[in-house]
């Protein structure tokens, strides 16, 4: 009876341990490169993106840029998670409409959000690293609003 519990637990052990390499393989590169940016991404709201959400992303950026940019990582990290973190959202809701247009650059608007985010919970976030990604997204935003055919924020 012992000996039967050891051999299901073992079981148990061996395909758990399938389950999460066939998840890791298919949500991580999977051995062939890819990645997150490399399809479209669900957009968060139903809604079309507006100048209007443009504007409110850009200020987001600039907000995250102003505040990594005196050392100040928290008050980075709450303007990057405002409003249900509403810059990720706001880029995700991007991604399809870009793509169509422009996929390369669709694809780095989302490595450069994904980027930002992955900078915030790092072990030790560097205000320096934090503010260089923000601004290289709050280019990207931009690059893609005009390529949208919306007016570049903060002009």
């Keep these: 009876m ?19 390499a066939g998840v890791i393989f298919l949500v991580g590169d999977g051995g062939g490169g890819s990645n997150l940016c490399d399809k479209p991404l669900l957009p968060p709201s139903e809604s079309e993106i507006s100048q209007m959400d443009i504007q409110a992303g850009d200020a987001g950026l600039a907000s995250v840029i102003e505040a990594a940019s005196r050392g100040n990582v928290e008050a980075a990290n709450e303007a990057f998670y405002a409003s249900n973190s509403e810059i990720q959202n706001f880029t995700r809701d991007m991604d399809q409409p870009l793509r169509e247009v422009d996929e390369e650059l669709a694809r780095d608007l989302c490595e450069a959000a994904t980027e930002l985010g992955e900078e915030f919970v790092a072990d030790e976030p560097e205000a320096e690293a934090i503010t260089a990604s923000a601004i290289r997204l709050r280019h990207l935003v931009g690059d893609a609003a005009e390529t949208l055919g919306y007016a570049r924020p903060g002009e």
């Design 2 to 20: 012992p000996g039967d519990i050891l051999k299901f637990l073992g079981l148990v052990t061996m395909i758990g341990g399938a389950l999460v």
